[in-house]
């Protein structure tokens, strides 16, 4: 069974005077952290020129699908019948990305076939996480 779930994803960057620049990015999901989505953007199209990648909660992409979700670094809305829009914060600013929307359920959709909605095992996640915040003591 396929444990990883990767997919290229173009993006519509919103720039100023509602200028939209495409931005590929590329959309990546694994069994090993069942809880995440990574959205990796390739050093052609980060801001420092080196390779970003944006991590969050596979429960906010799929709210976010269908509703305004999200606080913080990362919020998610649906924009107009056929797009979502995916809102990013940094330290050095703040990005409004236009996806389509149908790509990110087609993306969604293949993730809930690699772990089920409810059958994340974050066993293994936690021991990661409590051994590098205690580096082994």
Known sequence: METTVAQLAHAR?????DQEVPVPATLRYTADDPLAVYLDFPAEAALHGEEVTWT???SLLDEGLGAPAGHGDVRIWPCGRTG????LHSPHGMA????R?????GFLGRTYQVVASGEEDVSEVVERGLSALFGGV
Request: hydrophobic share 70%.
């Open 13 to 17: 960057l919103v720039a100023a005077g």
């Open 56 to 58: 969050f909660a596979r």
């Open 84 to 87: 979502t829009v995916l809102e």
């Open 96 to 99: 409004l990305l236009l996806f």
């Open 101 to 105: 929307a149908s790509v990110l359920r």
